[in-house]
């Protein structure tokens, strides 16, 4: 069974560009996570999808991120613009939400990316 | 709210050695915890998970841990260590009701020296 894949797996870019990462989820996971690690910390939820429905944006900085799940599947998140302060490995994960009770998430390789 | 003290960033240690990853949290609710091992330019991959029951927990490439209550802690432990588990570990709590969002600890590196 494939895990959860993402691409680009690396990208560089100057700041004030746009760019997107893609997430494919593990076949059959309806939860699907974007998260921010920065360099020396643990991982941070951006954003929560139950099949296309974003459950929990909250930490999603609005004015320049955006994530769509259009067909509760694969899932991109974007940044316009890009700032230097966005360097960071941006992770998705996905997990089968049974309702409940607890599903563990798999976590794919993540984008690194660094603004210049 | 949840939060996640990971005690140590960084843990060196000689081959065969024993190691404690140290893990405190903070809760108003009953939680589930977990720990996490990410190797170089990998994602996240579960090593053990607290949800109820024995307060020791077993896991994957023969790392356990324990949960304490009273103290609120949940360090990990292995009996000795190999080389091959250098990597980041992380520490992660999550409410046991309503959506199970995830908070992680700022990670401990587990350096193994031969």
């Known amino acids: 069974e494939a895990g959860v894949v993402q691409s680009p797996r690396y990208k560089i870019i100057e700041k004030k560009q746009p760019v997107a990462f893609w997430c494919n989820p593990i076949s059959g996971h309806n939860t699907l996570y974007w998260y921010l690690q920065n360099l020396g910390q643990g991982p941070e939820l951006l954003i929560r999808?139950?099949?296309?429905?974003?459950?929990?944006d909250s930490q999603l900085p609005k004015d320049r991120f955006s994530a769509e799940r259009l067909k509760g599947v694969d899932s991109t998140l974007k940044i316009q613009p890009a700032e230097l302060g966005d360097s960071a490995v941006y992770l998705c994960a996905s997990s089968l939400n049974r309702g409940g009770t607890y599903n563990e998430q798999f976590f794919g390789p993540g984008t690194r990316l660094t603004v210049l | 709210a949840q939060s996640v003290t990971q005690l140590d960033s960084q843990v060196p240690v000689f081959e065969e050695a024993p190691v404690e990853l140290r893990c405190n949290y903070s809760?108003?609710?009953?939680?589930?915890l977990f720990w996490y091992v990410q190797y170089p330019n990998q994602g996240l991959q579960l090593l053990l998970k607290?949800?109820?029951?024995?307060?020791l927990v077993k896991g994957i490439n023969g790392f356990e841990a324990e949960f304490n209550k009273s103290q609120t802690s949940f360090h990990l432990r292995k009996p000795s260590v190999h080389i091959s588990d250098t990597a980041e570990y992380f520490c992660?709590?999550?409410?046991?009701?309503?959506?199970?969002?995830?908070?992680f600890g700022a990670g401990t590196r587990l350096f193994v020296k031969a």
């Open positions: 992660a709590v999550s409410r046991n009701t309503g959506g199970f969002k995830t908070i």
């Open positions: 809760s108003s609710v009953s939680v589930y």
């Open positions: 999808y139950e099949n296309e429905e974003a459950v929990d």
């Open positions: 607290y949800l109820s029951g024995s307060t």
